[in-house]
């Protein structure tokens, strides 16, 4: 116990020297958070693991003094995973005076609610959504919508890179039709013409299909060795497990929804050996990880299903409470909220990355690619890819 507790002393020292002065009595009011992500429904499988990792930290942060004795106070929304929901959830947290928004999961609920952020200069911080428009959407000087995961446009490009080292240059693409699957298909297109390639097949399909082997069998005979996938449900497994029921032995890559308990488990054996890019695995692989993932288990007392949405959520709450460090007049306007997280003037000491500068009033994404480690489906979790990439992991990365 006296092990675990010096891990998470370490783990939040950074913001003691921020709030040790009034740790001691919080009088103010509270400081309302918004917090918004698919917490029942099929897509609560990383969405509940996000508002885990913001509460955790709140906790923390509250633990010791919150904002100048002023608690934070989270102002949770079900997005449901669903477009219009989400817009309406929204609505209701910039209606109920948040400072800022941590949130969403899906790219198409993310695209169709920030409007409503952007129009009401309310800051929102996207913690796991990795579809490239999300912070493309308005030029970024201007733009009120920051980012804390890797956006596809650099996870393409690293998936894409690997796969040309090991000389799978036939690539079949299965993205679905939502728009994170829009978005993905075109960042993967990209990746392979930036390197002289073409698709081998292209695959499109709606969210729920239960069998995809028609697909499998003209990609297959488009010669292709490796299949692309893009999409962030069991469609996933019906990938795998359709390329195991045609015999077709060639390997499985994707983005970060490959590590998601809908492939994992849904496929199986069927799933060993995939590959995905990844910002955190969970490896205590350093003290900060290891407290982190220490503290996750005694509170929620449940398996940390997807890490990355967990650890990059609770990175975010830390970022959001440095940043309203700055505004020491406690006028949280969004103007003064947005240009505060854009000249953050600590460094975060994270458990995804260091975080030094992760925002400016011209870049809106916290993520780099030096930041990216490939990661391996193994035993039915997730683990490093290669041996350098563990190496690497020791050293918690920062941006470039």
Not at 129 to 148: H, K, M, V, W
Not at 209 to 223: I, M, P, Q, S, T
Request: aromatic share 8%; proline share 6%.
């Amino acid at each position: 116990m006296q092990c675990l507790r010096h891990l998470a002393s370490c783990l939040i020292w950074p913001f003691l020297v921020l709030a040790a002065p009034v740790a001691s009595a919080q009088t103010g009011a509270p400081l309302k958070i918004g917090v918004i992500g698919p917490f029942t429904g099929p897509s609560s499988d990383f969405g509940t693991p996000m508002r885990h990792g913001i509460e955790l930290a709140v906790e923390e942060i509250n633990a010791v003094g919150g904002y100048l004795g002023r608690p934070l106070q989270l102002v949770i929304k079900d997005d449901e995973g669903t477009p219009d929901v989400g817009r309406q959830r929204s609505e209701e947290l910039v209606k109920e005076g948040v400072v800022a928004t941590i949130g969403f999961c899906n790219t198409g609920v993310a695209m169709r609610a920030l409007e409503v952020f952007q129009k009401a200069q309310s800051p929102l911080i996207v913690p796991c959504s990795t579809g490239s428009p999300l912070t493309a959407t308005y030029p970024a000087p201007e733009s009120y919508i920051f980012r804390t995961s890797a956006r596809d446009a650099i996870q393409a490009p690293f998936v894409v890179d690997d796969l040309v080292r090991r000389g799978w240059t036939r690539v079949a693409i299965f993205a679905d039709t939502t728009g994170y699957g829009e978005a993905g298909l075109k960042d993967v297109e990209a990746a392979l013409a930036a390197k002289g390639l073409k698709p081998a097949h292209v695959a499109r399909f709606a969210l729920g299909v239960k069998d995809l082997r028609k697909e499998l069998e003209a990609a297959r005979d488009a010669g292709a060795n490796v299949v692309f996938s893009y999409t962030v449900g069991p469609e996933n497994a019906t990938i795998a497990l359709g390329r195991r029921d045609l015999g077709w032995s060639v390997p499985q890559v994707g983005g970060w929804p490959l590590s998601f308990p809908f492939f994992i488990d849904g496929a199986g054996t069927a799933a060993d050996g995939a590959l995905m890019a990844q910002t955190f695995i969970a490896e205590p692989s350093n003290e900060r990880r290891a407290a982190f993932l220490s503290a996750y288990a005694r509170k929620f007392k449940q398996p940390l299903k997807v890490p990355m949405a967990a650890a990059q959520a609770y990175d975010t709450t830390y970022l959001l409470t440095y940043a309203l460090f700055g505004i020491r007049d406690g006028r949280f306007t969004g103007p003064a909220v947005k240009q505060a997280l854009e000249n953050i003037p600590r460094v975060y000491y994270g458990v995804v990355a260091t975080h030094e500068r992760p925002f400016s009033r011209d870049d809106k994404d916290a993520i780099t690619q030096n930041m990216l480690v490939m990661g391996k489906v193994s035993k039915g979790g997730i683990t490093f890819a290669y041996p350098e990439d563990a190496r690497r992991n020791l050293l918690v990365q920062r941006k470039k």
